[in-house]
């Protein structure tokens, strides 16, 4: 099955497991802009997805590339 939501991920170090699927912090900016409809609603929105864009960008330039876990076969597929 496939998630579906009306935003794509800012992400780039982790893929998602099923698209349309989005970060923890990402639903929150985006539920409260949703659920607060407040004026400065649009504006917290965009500052937390600043952070979390800030924080994936400290670290795609400060983790050592790692080699991806081997995919692991159930027994018969």
Known sequence: TQGHNMWNSDLILRKEPFGGCVSTMEAVAHSLRILEPTPFAVEIEQRLLSVLRAMVAFQSHN????NPRPRLHKKGH
């Open 63 to 66: 983790l050592k590339p790692m």
